[in-house]
């Protein structure tokens, strides 16, 4: 947990109390529903609620046409609720977790999201998603996740579109092997090196002036998650591959930078 200004700031950039480096994510607060002792493929518990009026989702799968997938989630009973993520579980609110054959890609929080085909590797996959409540605790209906599936073919040369966005992805979504950000695209560059559960260099604090542009290139030697609290910013770290993520520092203070399923501490932006 980091102080800035006097005040824990957690996910969504509000005063709240976040969970430190190698403790849960989970907040599990809230009196909604029933919490469970069970929890779901990722370790979150389970929130029990009613069949009747619980939450509901779909995911439908359509190849974009310049490159990869775009999904959407078709829920139901449900609304997206980005500002107030790391909060008490609210009734039928929260944000989404998008898997890859069990392995997490990335934590949503809309409808839309589009999945580049860098991310997903020559065959057949499942693609899953499911709704979270705003503490990170799973809703749950007779003991099972409120998750929705679909089914996706990649193959090597003929993956939707055939070609990319050009040299820099979108802001948040992993670079293709090989290539990097070009240089106006970042004010500051922290590279970052995760292996055998150690972080080189040591974790330091990077200062930037608000406004700028940071662009966090990390390689992990075991795929995991990056999250940059307080933006509440994530993206996919595939084992063995640099991941880029380009982040406009628009709010001042000090945040953490860390993966979640190793819960190491990258570095701290210190924002002025």
């Given at each position: 947990?980091l102080?800035a200004?006097?005040?824990a700031?957690?996910?969504?950039?509000?005063?709240?109390?976040?969970?430190?480096p190698?403790?849960?994510?989970?907040?599990?607060?809230g009196g909604?529903?029933?919490l469970?002792?069970?929890t779901?493929?990722?370790g979150?518990r389970?929130?029990?609620?009613?069949?009747?009026?619980?939450?509901e989702?779909?995911l439908?799968v359509?190849?974009?046409?310049?490159d990869?997938?775009?999904?959407?989630?078709?829920?139901?009973?449900?609304?997206?609720?980005p500002?107030?993520?790391g909060?008490?579980?609210?009734?039928g609110?929260?944000?989404?977790?998008l898997?890859?054959?069990?392995?997490?890609?990335?934590r949503?929080?809309g409808?839309?999201f589009?999945?580049p085909?860098a991310?997903?590797p020559?065959g057949?996959?499942?693609?899953?998603?499911r709704l979270y409540?705003?503490?990170?605790?799973?809703?749950?209906?007779?003991?099972?996740?409120?998750?929705?599936?679909?089914?996706?073919?990649?193959?090597?040369?003929?993956?939707?579109g055939?070609h990319?966005?050009?040299?820099?992805?979108?802001?948040?979504?992993?670079?293709?092997?090989?290539?990097t950000p070009?240089?106006e695209?970042?004010?500051?560059?922290v590279t970052?090196?995760?292996?055998?559960?150690?972080?080189?260099?040591?974790?330091?604090?990077?200062?930037l002036?608000?406004?700028?542009?940071?662009?966090?290139?990390?390689?992990s030697?075991?795929?995991?998650t990056l999250?940059v609290?307080?933006?509440d910013?994530?993206l996919?770290?595939p084992?063995?591959?640099?991941?880029?993520?380009?982040l406009?520092?628009?709010?001042t203070g000090?945040?953490?930078v860390e993966?979640?399923?190793?819960?190491?501490?990258?570095?701290?932006?210190?924002?002025?």
């Amino acid at each position: 947990m980091l102080l800035a200004g006097g005040a824990a700031t957690g996910c969504g950039g509000r005063a709240t109390t976040h969970h430190k480096p190698g403790t849960s994510h989970e907040q599990a607060s809230g009196g909604v529903g029933t919490l469970l002792t069970a929890t779901d493929a990722t370790g979150h518990r389970l929130r029990e609620v009613p069949v009747e009026g619980a939450p509901e989702v779909q995911l439908a799968v359509r190849p974009d046409s310049e490159d990869g997938w775009n999904l959407q989630l078709a829920v139901t009973n449900y609304r997206f609720t980005p500002d107030s993520t790391g909060g008490a579980a609210l009734p039928g609110a929260g944000h989404a977790h998008l898997e890859l054959d069990g392995r997490k890609l990335a934590r949503l929080y809309g409808p839309w999201f589009h999945l580049p085909a860098a991310q997903v590797p020559e065959g057949a996959h499942t693609l899953t998603v499911r709704l979270y409540a705003d503490d990170h605790t799973a809703w749950a209906v007779s003991g099972k996740p409120v998750e929705g599936t679909a089914q996706l073919t990649a193959t090597a040369a003929g993956r939707p579109g055939g070609h990319g966005h050009g040299d820099t992805p979108p802001p948040g979504q992993t670079q293709a092997p090989g290539q990097t950000p070009a240089p106006e695209q970042a004010d500051r560059t922290v590279t970052v090196t995760v292996r055998d559960g150690k972080v080189s260099p040591a974790p330091a604090r990077t200062e930037l002036r608000r406004g700028e542009r940071v662009a966090l290139r990390v390689t992990s030697d075991r795929a995991d998650t990056l999250h940059v609290h307080g933006y509440d910013k994530e993206l996919a770290l595939p084992a063995g591959q640099e991941a880029t993520l380009i982040l406009t520092a628009d709010r001042t203070g000090l945040f953490e930078v860390e993966t979640h399923e190793s819960s190491l501490v990258l570095t701290q932006l210190l924002v002025r």
